[in-house]
């Protein structure tokens, strides 16, 4: 017999085993010494809207049968050395999943990669940390698994309408992620883990017989009568397919300058940029679990989102929070010596005790006049100008330009700075220096009306770490809604967040099984999916 109970449960029940069993069993008028009782969650939220937190958890209860497995799907991959390919440029989540899906279809994908493997990629973001020597074919944004990999990991997606959720995270279950991930609202793997997920989907693509090219970058593309064929790397290899899936990642501004040159047509796209913000991680417990000391041994470290209108110059522009870490580390995100670009991550434990997250702006093209010369560039133009403004303001290394909150809001460079989980470090600066005045403007504005929201927010005990630009292409490469194929290019596939189409690791993956789906089907004659 089965029993699904919905539940409101202290912390301490929700998350300690023990005493989560005790509470369920009580609940469901079960008798703890009954034999052959199996006790399990199957979803997981904290509700913190009141003064004492609780945790809502729909559970199950078997009672004298076997639960059954959480794991829903068993995908059998095919081996697909000797068939039909398709290439895939970029071996991010998109790129990755889009060749999982085409094994599952009987075609063989064919993955290049400009950066490395997981493994040989921790060097390089070494050197970034303690020399400050940016690569820009290996980085925090390129390189196996692409950006998400030396993240936060979050797999949080308001994108159901794009794929089946489930399914993607059962596949991370599958190569190694936790089943907690199929648990939590607001599921996470975090940084430490992620590079072992990321091995084992590259071992189950190269086992089933695909093809992944690291440390091979698309330097042309083979176009034949508005058709593409391939493309052509930087040794001058030609690697030929049927269709291309360009899963290239939001940073790949050479992809984008070499689609402008080869008149592909291409289109600006609004983006947000900003700032990190650090507090101390106990702060943001304090002001979210209404806690006068610490959270205690059972909550797991607390997070935010914010949102605030504001309104300059007649326009009215979002400043929100984005991609928040809590217990986690502000990492140099740069791909290219003279610029300077940050973001967050967070191991699994979210255990270290700085609280991070992006606080950026709505940038819209009209906002941007002066670059309108670069037509579909000027919003990746903008971007770098900011970029290279951080670069220089912090000293022309990896060192990040920094202000603390209250000192920001009143134009007052900081005397000091606090501690940080930059290990680059920080340089004092003015960041209204650093960013454009439409920014830090209405930045000043939003951090005022969030002292208002969370009470000690605003505090000269937090301080702005930039610049947070990489928040989402600043370019579209169009394509059709139905069929996913360029509008111009046959066989071209525009996928994931690169090309303007996703926003995290799940909703990528998302887009690389659709995407994947649709050339297979379109090109390969095969039977509807």
């Known amino acids: 017999m089965k029993k699904i109970l919905q539940l409101q449960l202290d912390p301490s029940e929700a998350y300690d085993e023990v005493q ?36 809502n958890v729909e559970a199950e209860i078997f009672l004298k049968e076997s639960p059954d497995s959480r794991l829903q799907i068993d995908i059998d991959y095919p081996h697909v050395g000797n068939a039909e390919r398709i290439i895939i440029v970029g071996a991010g989540p998109a790129g990755m999943f889009a060749a999982l899906r085409a094994i599952e279809l009987g075609v063989k994908p064919i993955i290049i990669e400009r950066g490395k493997d997981v493994r040989a990629r921790r060097r390089d973001l070494a050197a970034i940390n303690k020399e400050h ?25 308001r994108s159901k309408k794009r794929g089946d959720i489930r399914r993607i995270l059962e596949i991370l279950v599958r190569h190694g992620a936790t089943e907690e991930i199929l648990v939590d609202a607001h599921p996470h793997i975090g940084t430490n883990k992620l590079p072992v997920v990321v091995t084992k989907l590259r071992e189950t693509i190269l086992v089933s017989g695909g093809e992944i090219h690291f440390e091979t970058r698309v330097e042309d593309f083979v176009i034949d009568q508005s058709e593409i064929k391939g ?13 291309v899936i360009l899963a290239t990642g939001h940073s790949a501004r050479d992809i984008f300058e070499l689609l402008h040159t080869k008149k592909v047509l291409i289109e600006p796209k609004p983006f947000a940029l900003g700032v990190r913000i650090e507090h101390s991680q106990n702060l943001i417990d304090r002001i979210q679990y209404h806690c006068e000391v610490d959270r205690g041994p059972y909550l797991p470290a607390s997070s935010y989102s914010l949102v605030h209108q504001t309104h300059f110059k007649g326009k009215q522009r979002g400043v929100f929070s984005f991609c928040m870490c809590p217990g986690g580390f502000i990492v140099p995100a740069a791909t290219s010596p003279g610029e300077l670009v940050v973001n967050g991550m967070s191991p699994s434990r979210r255990d270290s005790r700085f609280a991070n997250s992006g606080m950026v ?22 971007q770098a100008s900011v970029e290279k403004k951080a670069w220089e303001m912090g000293g022309k290394t990896q060192v990040a330009p920094a202000q603390r909150m209250v000192d920001f809001v009143n134009k007052k460079v900081s005397n000091s700075l606090l501690d940080t989980s930059y290990q680059p470090g920080l340089e004092a600066v003015d960041m209204s220096e650093v960013l454009p005045d439409f920014i830090s403007r209405r930045l000043a504005d939003a951090f005022k009306a969030f002292g208002q929201k969370m009470r000690g927010y605003y505090t000269n005990e937090a301080q702005l770490i930039g610049v947070e630009s990489r ?6 490469i169009p394509r059709d809604r139905e069929s996913l194929e360029h509008p111009e290019i046959k066989g071209l596939y525009p996928c994931g967040e690169g090309a303007g189409y ?11 099984e659709r995407c994947a789906e649709r050339l297979i089907t379109s090109h390969f004659k095969r039977a509807s999916i």
């Not at 040794?235 to 269709?243: C, K, P, S, V």
């Not at 996703?502 to 690389?512: C, W």
């Open 471 to 476: 928040t989402s292409s600043p370019v579209r």
């Open 231 to 243: 493309v052509i790397t930087q040794h001058g290899d030609r690697i030929l397919g049927e269709g």
């Open 133 to 157: 020597i940016v690569n820009p074919d290996s980085n925090y944004c390129f390189g196996e698994g692409g950006a998400g990999t030396y993240s936060d990991g979050k797999l949080y997606t």
């Open 502 to 512: 996703a926003g995290g690791i799940v909703s990528a993956a998302m887009d690389g």
């Open 361 to 382: 702006v709505a940038v819209e093209l009209e906002d941007l006049p002066e670059f309108q010369k670069f037509g579909p560039l000027a919003a990746m133009h903008f």
């Open 20 to 55: 989560f069993k005790k509470a369920a069993l009580q609940k469901a008028g079960i008798r703890p010494s009954e034999d052959e009782v199996f006790v399990r969650q199957n979803r997981r939220s904290i509700d913190a809207r009141g003064r004492k937190v609780r945790v």
